[in-house]
């Protein structure tokens, strides 16, 4: 018996009530019965979900909605062999979606079947297109209205600032919210740290805006630099709209003095211009280094301290740099990060290891080999798959010039013509795609002399460490140095593992397609392990 699965999308509230997700997959499981199918997985996008910063709705018009890629990487891994949705437009509602979806159901060779309507894979992606035109022309209607509800000086639809919310069309102030809104503001203006104001929020109860999916982070740090970063609206009284292009002043209650605002400006102004965090240095590693926060790490400079003969802490002079864990929020922390470390130190440690892989080639080229076997033996199987989609566009060629001497001769309407061309249109794009795809892995056949070429390349870099490896006697050589040695890092380090102790595993990949051509493939990559550690 076959082997089906579900797709079930709501794009909001409004529309669950005209196609709830039960009433979807109570059809959709009846359509099952009647072709002999086995539901095996029900696939959902009916809740918002974040992207980014923001939190979208599961839209036809989305590529990125969780349950359909979820299904698609189930569909590439064989696990289905029919997709069963409510209507064409729970799928897809733009032609990129439209083409992400029929790729895969025509590589896996998969079955759709509609529990409302038939589906064609030829008309598929016109319906699409005409889909996506409908929505632009609803959206278009939708700008004009807010811009005149706006211009009147009315409340739009959208996230409640901290300390406001809509009551019709106008705005007005949430008491408890706006006695934290001021209560933020003085101790920011007393110089209270970011997180301890997180600390002493959480501790005191203070209440967060409703969020439709649950907080992982209470009172995380961007929420608290929201509400200071909304400074001039909690002070001015008027809140900045931008739509389309145009920006409109919508009146708000005031919360906070003129007096507090400019007491903040002048606390702001002394915050952000930290010389020691402003300075340049050489960074080598920056950006590669991750830990078990599973953050990416950043760097800054500082200035440490030390005691002086009085035996009182002064800081020092000379500015220190490190690289630092991003992440700030204590029951987010892992116990194995170490939050920090020199980035002197870290910089020689990586920069030892790509000096020691260099003097030994031979680790990144049998890591290499595999994948490159396997790159090529898909090449040698590609030739036959070429020529049938050189037909089928000289076939559709042939059909375009058949179409438009019809509508020369009258037999079909031009909106006929139109209809057909479109589709032929598409159909030519998708079959050119396919196309130039075997064509980059139809001339990995040339990769026969991958391992010279890799050789000389690496064998070129290693001729080079011994002038890497010398002292720059100025300003410039120093920087010329630190130019050449991160371009390498970059070719050769795909990232850098911070854990326990300041354990550090450097892993290397080495890129062979990119050295024959501009195609970003990981051909094989090896792990180097050790430690830094600071003194006491």
Same mark, same amino acid.
């Given at each position: 018996?076959?082997?089906?699965?579900?797709?079930?999308?709501?794009?909001?509230?409004?529309?669950?009530?005209?196609?709830?997700?039960?009433?979807?997959?109570?059809?959709?499981?009846?359509?099952?019965?009647?072709?002999?199918?086995?539901?095996?997985?029900?696939?959902?996008?009916?809740?918002?979900?974040?992207?980014?910063?923001?939190?979208?709705?599961?839209?036809?018009?989305?590529?990125?909605?969780?349950?359909?890629?979820?299904?698609?990487?189930?569909?590439?891994?064989?696990?289905?062999?029919?997709?069963?949705?409510?209507?064409?437009?729970?799928?897809?509602?733009?032609?990129?979606?439209?083409?992400?979806?029929?790729?895969?159901?025509?590589?896996?060779?998969?079955?759709?079947?509609? =529990?409302?309507?038939?589906?064609?894979?030829?008309?598929?992606?016109?319906?699409?297109?005409?889909?996506?035109?409908?929505?632009?022309?609803?959206?278009?209607?939708?700008?004009?209205?807010?811009?005149?509800?706006?211009?009147?000086?009315?409340?739009?639809?959208?996230?409640?600032?901290?300390?406001?919310?809509?009551?019709?069309?106008?705005?007005?102030?949430?008491?408890?919210? =706006?006695?934290?809104?001021?209560?933020?503001?003085?101790?920011?203006?007393?110089?209270?740290?970011?997180?301890?104001?997180?600390?002493?929020?959480?501790? =005191?109860?203070?209440?967060?805006?409703?969020?439709?999916?649950?907080?992982?982070?209470?009172?995380?740090?961007?929420?608290?630099?929201?509400?200071?970063?909304?400074?001039?609206?909690?002070?001015?009284?008027?809140?900045? !709209?931008?739509?389309?292009?145009?920006?409109?002043?919508?009146?708000?209650?005031?919360?906070?003095?003129?007096?507090?605002? &400019?007491?903040?400006?002048?606390?702001?102004?002394?915050?952000?211009?930290?010389?020691?965090?402003?300075?340049?240095?050489?960074?080598?590693?920056?950006?590669?280094?991750?830990?078990?926060?599973?953050?990416?790490?950043?760097?800054?400079?500082?200035?440490?301290?030390?005691?002086?003969?009085?035996?009182?802490?002064?800081?020092?002079?000379?500015?220190?740099?490190?690289?630092?864990?991003?992440?700030? &929020?204590?029951?987010?922390? &892992?116990?194995?990060?170490?939050?920090?470390?020199? !980035?002197?130190?870290?910089?020689?440690?990586?920069?030892?290891?790509?000096?020691?892989?260099?003097?030994?080639?031979?680790?990144?080229?049998?890591?290499?080999?595999?994948?490159?076997?396997?790159?090529?033996?898909?090449?040698?199987?590609?030739?036959?798959?070429?020529?049938?989609?050189?037909?089928?566009?000289?076939?559709?060629?042939?059909?375009?010039?058949?179409?438009?001497?019809?509508?020369?001769?009258?037999?079909?309407?031009?909106?006929?013509?139109?209809?057909?061309?479109?589709?032929?249109?598409?159909?030519?794009?998708?079959?050119?795609?396919?196309?130039?795809?075997?064509?980059?892995?139809?001339?990995?056949?040339?990769?026969?002399?991958?391992?010279?070429?890799?050789?000389?390349?690496?064998?070129?870099?290693?001729?080079?460490?011994?002038?890497?490896?010398?002292?720059?006697?100025?300003?410039?050589?120093?920087?010329?140095?630190?130019?050449?040695?991160?371009?390498?890092?970059?070719?050769?380090?795909?990232?850098?593992?911070?854990?326990?102790?300041?354990?550090?595993?450097?892993?290397?990949?080495?890129?062979?397609?990119?050295?024959?051509?501009?195609?970003?493939?990981?051909?094989?990559?090896?792990?180097?392990?050790?430690?830094?550690?600071?003194?006491?």
């Amino acid at each position: 018996m076959k082997r089906a699965v579900i797709y079930i999308r709501t794009s909001s509230e409004h529309q669950a009530e005209k196609a709830s997700p039960e009433e979807q997959e109570a059809d959709c499981r009846e359509l099952a019965e009647e072709h002999g199918l086995t539901v095996v997985e029900v696939y959902r996008d009916i809740e918002r979900y974040r992207v980014g910063n923001r939190l979208v709705d599961p839209s036809g018009t989305r590529s990125d909605r969780p349950g359909l890629l979820a299904m698609l990487r189930d569909a590439a891994a064989g696990q289905f062999d029919t997709i069963l949705a409510w209507r064409e437009d729970r799928l897809y509602r733009a032609l990129k979606v439209t083409v992400l979806v029929l790729e895969v159901v025509e590589e896996h060779k998969l079955d759709i079947l509609l =529990a409302h309507e038939m589906f064609d894979p030829v008309v598929a992606p016109v319906k699409a297109w005409a889909a996506q035109m409908e929505l632009k022309a609803m959206r278009a209607r939708m700008t004009m209205g807010v811009k005149a509800r706006l211009r009147q000086g009315k409340a739009n639809t959208g996230q409640d600032r901290y300390g406001y919310e809509r009551n019709g069309e106008a705005i007005e102030i949430v008491e408890e919210e =706006a006695r934290w809104v001021r209560q933020i503001f003085a101790w920011y203006i007393e110089r209270v740290p970011i997180l301890e104001i997180r600390r002493r929020l959480i501790e =005191a109860g203070a209440p967060q805006k409703g969020s439709t999916v649950p907080r992982k982070i209470q009172w995380a740090r961007s929420s608290i630099q929201a509400v200071l970063m909304s400074a001039q609206v909690y002070a001015s009284g008027i809140k900045i !709209h931008t739509r389309d292009g145009e920006a409109f002043e919508i009146p708000v209650p005031r919360i906070l003095d003129i007096e507090t605002y &400019h007491k903040f400006l002048e606390v702001r102004e002394a915050n952000t211009t930290n010389k020691a965090r402003s300075v340049k240095r050489d960074y080598l590693i920056r950006g590669l280094i991750y830990c078990d926060c599973n953050r990416k790490w950043g760097a800054r400079s500082y200035a440490s301290r030390r005691r002086n003969r009085k035996g009182e802490w002064v800081k020092r002079k000379t500015l220190t740099g490190l690289y630092y864990c991003r992440e700030c &929020h204590k029951e987010r922390i &892992h116990p194995d990060c170490p939050r920090t470390i020199g !980035h002197k130190k870290a910089d020689k440690f990586v920069w030892s290891k790509v000096c020691e892989v260099l003097s030994n080639p031979e680790l990144l080229l049998i890591e290499a080999q595999k994948p490159i076997a396997e790159l090529q033996q898909q090449a040698a199987d590609v030739q036959e798959d070429q020529e049938r989609l050189q037909k089928e566009l000289d076939a559709i060629t042939m059909e375009r010039q058949w179409v438009i001497t019809q509508a020369r001769k009258g037999r079909i309407t031009d909106e006929d013509m139109d209809y057909q061309l479109g589709t032929l249109t598409l159909q030519e794009l998708n079959v050119k795609k396919e196309l130039m795809a075997l064509g980059e892995v139809a001339r990995l056949n040339g990769l026969d002399d991958w391992e010279e070429v890799a050789r000389e390349y690496l064998a070129s870099l290693r001729d080079g460490l011994e002038e890497l490896n010398s002292t720059p006697e100025t300003k410039e050589e120093r920087l010329e140095l630190f130019e050449m040695k991160r371009k390498i890092i970059l070719a050769l380090v795909e990232k850098v593992l911070i854990g326990k102790d300041r354990k550090l595993t450097v892993i290397f990949r080495l890129n062979v397609r990119s050295l024959l051509r501009p195609v970003e493939t990981n051909c094989g990559q090896i792990e180097m392990a050790g430690t830094c550690t600071r003194k006491r």
